[in-house]
């Protein structure tokens, strides 16, 4: 498919960041990327790995005016066997295609995109860190390259590919945070790009960012665009609760994103005999949980964090503190679950990893 | 405000489209461009014009990720006394402001704003096509250029001006178009981007702009996001309808772009003394009309087009056919009246044109 990866080595590669460097998130970039071009009439060609380096587009590209770009986010991890390993890459490069469908942009080959992605990681190995906790972040995008300033689907692509080593998200364990229930701005509503990965739904996002952070919040739970009511997702993460023993999480509705480490929770949920519902769920639900004592956990959902405890809700001026602020035996024990998975330190039984 | 314009000339200029090309839109582009750089701590600096010519990113560049990127489009006319004017550059300098505020962008000073526009028309001043009906279209926009991976601000942008010559819309005289009503996408929300001219706004109505095509439609009519029930706007246009001597227009809801054009044509429609009103409109408020012979014109607004009379309207497969498919006298007069203004064919009573 598309034939074979070019490689142009990167004869100067940049000194890596030390091991007891704070790497933070999408700061450092490794020393290759990956780039493959669309054309109208030509499809897919040309894929190839290259020098990490500015990308030179002309001023009316696409992109730059109609916002056609979609992306991706995964991790490669490093076993104490020194073994690399991504955590399901096919999930990511099946939801890439949703979203490039979405915006009318064309399809990739699944399997190609992950055999991409495991020879971009190969070449920069050395860029997956040692350091307990610490990842390489990759970012698969999608954009359009024409220049044109017609409304219309763009007749060029590329397909591109980096990679950033961040450092664990929980520096000293897993840390509850606050959050936001958003009832002003609007993330996504059905028929819109909310269950797509589409670079719009970010940018349209801020504001409501900028709002929490004044609350001293770290995130907002987005509530449906329509009636305000039902629970969507909180930042750019999907939402759980645990209720009187159950777990609930919002359905998919359309408006929200079909998260893979929602779905591998979900997964292991089940396996556990936890009953765990994909519902609506209205925040008068949560508040009359919390009311009655019956709330027992709540948490976010997303590759970056794996799970972020919700210490509290602050909806319409009320703070609604959730098991005493403390973390939840459920988020632990899932947290606890998938990064041993992901660092292998423990079996793959669901076959979730992917070697590079 | 942020110093004098630098001037760099082109020392290889472009031949410029023949007076008899079929210029298109948005495919030509003009010798020059503008450009100013903003970073946090030091605001917006160096203000600039160079040779048109591809610009330079870091592949982390947070345009390509997460879509903050607003932009803005109008023109500037050839008067038959050779002068170069502009149409209410002002107003778009204003919005261009309340785009970026949404997408917790920078503000821009905006006298410099059209400053910056005057200046670079009047460098390329012989960009401005002489043929009838034909402009110079100016495409005024601003993006985050920092590099990094988290979702957040940039704390850098660009603002950047290029300008393409562009035929005349209609080249033989208005042309009515068919429109297919919406009824499964949505455009925009209350609390969304829809008010702000955003670049993933475009991106997400690509989908739907396929489906009229499909349908034999030039542009869709988008209904509200919650009720599907509300007319919002006509492709990337406002629409207005003529009902029993009386003009109605959407109402600015939230999710509404706030167009120059319809501005413009409210404020006509007051002095000539014809009934306009903003209000929400129901689409079966406009099949009511259709069914007892009171819808008597329907048409878009925008800068691209000025107006654009709507022959048919394509609802839940019925096609309602205005004013016999025919151009209506308003929508020519509106027509005539403001492209007169604006090629300096009658005297601009309304200050709506600066010079360059």
Not at 207 to 226: G, P
């Amino acid at each position: 498919m598309y034939g074979t990866i070019r490689i142009e080595r990167n004869p100067s590669c940049k000194t890596k960041p030390g091991q007891e460097e704070n790497l933070g998130f999408g700061r450092h970039f490794t020393d290759h990327m990956f780039i493959m071009d669309y054309e109208e009439g030509q499809g897919w060609h040309d894929p190839r790995i290259i020098p990490y380096g500015p990308l030179s587009h002309d001023p009316a590209a696409m992109v730059f005016h109609y916002g056609q770009a979609v992306f991706e986010g995964l991790k490669a991890f490093r076993t104490d066997k020194e073994d690399i390993v991504l955590f399901r890459p096919d999930q990511n490069a099946k939801r890439l295609n949703r979203s490039c469908e979405r915006l009318s942009m064309p399809a990739l080959d699944e399997e190609f995109v992950v055999h991409a992605i495991q020879s971009l990681v190969r070449l920069d190995a050395e860029w997956v860190p040692r350091k307990e906790g610490s990842s390489l972040y990759i970012r698969p995008f999608v954009m359009a390259t024409e220049a044109g300033l017609g409304v219309r689907a763009s007749s060029r692509y590329s397909f591109i590919i980096i990679m950033s080593p961040v450092g664990a998200y929980y520096e000293e364990g897993l840390q509850p945070v606050n959050i936001l229930v958003e009832g002003h701005f609007a993330r996504a509503v059905q028929g819109g790009t909310g269950n797509a990965k589409v670079a719009g739904n970010y940018a349209a996002s801020l504001n409501a960012q900028a709002v929490a952070k004044e609350n001293n919040c770290a995130q907002v739970l987005w509530l449906d665009a329509i009636e305000k009511k039902y629970l969507e997702e909180v930042g750019s993460m999907n939402v759980f609760f645990k209720i009187n023993g159950e777990v609930v999480t919002p359905s998919l509705s359309g408006s929200i994103l079909e998260g893979i480490t929602r779905k591998s929770i979900i997964h292991l949920l089940n396996e556990w005999g936890i009953p765990v519902k994909e519902q609506k769920i209205a925040i008068d639900d949560i508040v009359a949980a919390y009311e009655n004592g019956t709330l027992e956990e709540a948490f976010g959902t997303g590759t970056a964090a794996v799970v972020s405890p919700i210490g509290s809700l602050l909806w319409q001026g009320k703070s609604m503190v959730i098991n005493q602020g403390n973390i939840g035996e459920l988020v632990q024990r899932l947290y606890d679950t998938i990064t041993d998975i992901q660092f292998g330190r423990t079996s793959d039984t669901h076959n979730w990893l992917v070697s590079c």
